[in-house]
């Protein structure tokens, strides 16, 4: 395992075991988003086999990428913990990846002649719609106060 390989496995479980940690709790949709990212980096890996265009530079990226969005979500639950009784933000961020990771899988799967029904590519475009709108409310409501 290469020095670069190596310090990002340890990032990313760092985060992974940072939140764990911080929130004493592992919900079941990080659980879901988590199964989500696997299916989405075999997808990924499956792909760029099919197409001839595996490349490790776009993997890394990709992988960086998962560890942003789990970092991101560490970083919700510690504004939920300051400024809700409730978890908002990582409720919110949580969708919003299991969104995109979503996505991404359809993306992957339909490039490789899968037949995806449009129900499913249509529900996550709403996921990701209704969060991205919740959002955009969220702040508003906040430059108000």
Not at 15 to 29: E, K, L, P
């Amino acid at each position: 395992m290469s020095y670069l390989q190596e310090l990002k496995a340890w990032l990313i479980a760092g985060v992974g075991t940072s939140y764990a940690f911080i929130t004493g709790h592992f919900d079941q949709t990080l659980q879901i988003l988590l199964a989500i990212m696997a299916v989405d980096l075999v997808s990924g890996i499956m792909r760029g086999l099919q197409k001839k265009e595996l490349k490790s530079s776009i993997m890394s990226l990709g992988i960086i990428k998962k560890g942003a969005i789990l970092l991101s979500i560490l970083f919700a639950y510690l504004l939920d913990l300051l400024l809700n009784d409730a978890p908002v933000f990582v409720t919110l961020m949580t969708w919003l990846a299991i969104g995109n990771e979503g996505l991404s899988i359809v993306e992957n799967l339909t490039a490789m002649g899968v037949k995806i029904p449009r129900v499913i590519s249509d529900s996550l475009l709403q996921i990701k719609k209704h969060v991205t709108n919740n959002q955009t409310e969220k702040e508003s409501k906040k430059k108000d106060i």
